[in-house]
């Protein structure tokens, strides 16, 4: 074999071995931990549900456990801002013997991601007054901000307000 095949061998055999890591530096890259697949929007609006049945459980904190430790309460029934659990716990103290029963009118789903979904609409909220047993219904409007985390959904930012032509 002579020097000049030698040297051609040499950069064929080099060229070969850097395309071959490479591609598997790529695909090295490109493994690992499998992504969460996007939910459906049917589960998504299962959240909702979850969450209208931990009203019915009169619990505040169960109530309050729906939602992210740092999520965002701008409610339906008062005008303070709630941004902690402590606060979410107090509203849903002074809500929930008003036995409210909601009841989604018109939603609208949008899937972000794996981990995060917003669930936009109007509902009706059935209130019973606990004084005198008299039910009356409140139409509102509301989106709902999840985040999956620690492989559980909770709500970070819930918006719920009284139609302003109702």
Not at 20 to 43: C, N, R, W
Not at 110 to 117: E, F, P, R, Y
Not at 125 to 142: F, H, M, N, Q, S
């Amino acid at each position: 074999m002579t020097r000049r095949s030698m040297s051609k061998r040499a950069a064929v055999v080099t060229v070969t071995t850097v395309l071959a890591l490479g591609t598997l530096g790529t695909v090295a890259a490109t493994a690992g931990p499998q992504h969460d697949a996007k939910p459906s929007k049917k589960q998504i609006a299962a959240l909702f549900d979850g969450w209208n049945a931990a009203l019915q459980t009169g619990d505040p904190k169960k109530v309050a456990n729906r939602y992210a430790p740092d999520a965002v309460l701008l409610p339906t029934v008062s005008n303070e801002i709630r941004t902690d659990r402590a606060e979410i716990v107090d509203y849903f103290e002074h809500f929930l013997p008003n036995k409210p029963v909601a009841k989604k009118v018109e939603t609208y789903i949008n899937v972000l991601d794996s981990n995060s979904a917003i669930d936009a609409g109007a509902y009706d909220i059935t209130l019973t007054d606990p004084k005198t047993g008299k039910k009356r219904v409140v139409e509102a409007r509301y989106t709902y901000e999840y985040e999956k985390r620690g492989g559980t959904w909770l709500i970070v930012n819930h918006h719920s307000s009284v139609m302003p032509e109702g």
